[in-house]
């Protein structure tokens, strides 16, 4: 059974920071791709940053461009995603998501194929 586990969220005040972990478990996804999405009460699931599990290779959206920074360790089977001067706007739940294939579009939810709890993100200004 497949399971993708958050960790590392929480509130912090505007301009700090904080460290997301997605742990997978039940297969190995060295050969695709994980991401990170999140979801603000009222709106729609969105693009945060992407990872191609093999070779590394970055992809982010403008709105967290130079702020965040994503990364992986192959031999935990983890992707994190450093978050650095934080703003209350980015306030969500944010969830780790893996896609079996390293190329796929990075901002859209249906090319992943599975997907953690999510974890809640606060940042009071």
């Known amino acids: 059974q497949v399971q993708l586990v958050e960790s590392g969220g929480g509130l912090v005040q505007a301009g700090g920071s904080l460290r997301l972990s997605c742990a997978a478990s039940?297969?190995?996804?060295?050969?695709?791709?994980m991401g990170w999405f999140r979801q603000a009460p009222g709106k729609e699931r969105e693009f945060v940053a992407r990872?191609?599990?093999?070779?590394?290779?970055?992809f982010y959206s403008d709105s967290v461009k130079g702020r965040f920074t994503i990364s992986r360790d192959n031999s935990k089977n983890t992707v994190y995603l450093q978050m650095n001067n934080l703003k209350p706007e980015d306030t969500a739940v944010y969830f780790c998501?893996?896609?079996?294939?390293?190329?796929?579009?990075?901002?859209?939810?249906?090319?992943?194929?599975?997907w953690g709890q999510g974890t809640q993100v606060s940042v009071s200004s």
């Open positions: 998501a893996a896609d079996l294939e390293p190329w796929g579009t990075p901002y859209i939810p249906k090319n992943y194929d599975y």
């Open positions: 039940g297969r190995s996804f060295s050969e695709g791709a």
């Open positions: 990872i191609t599990m093999k070779i590394g290779v970055t």
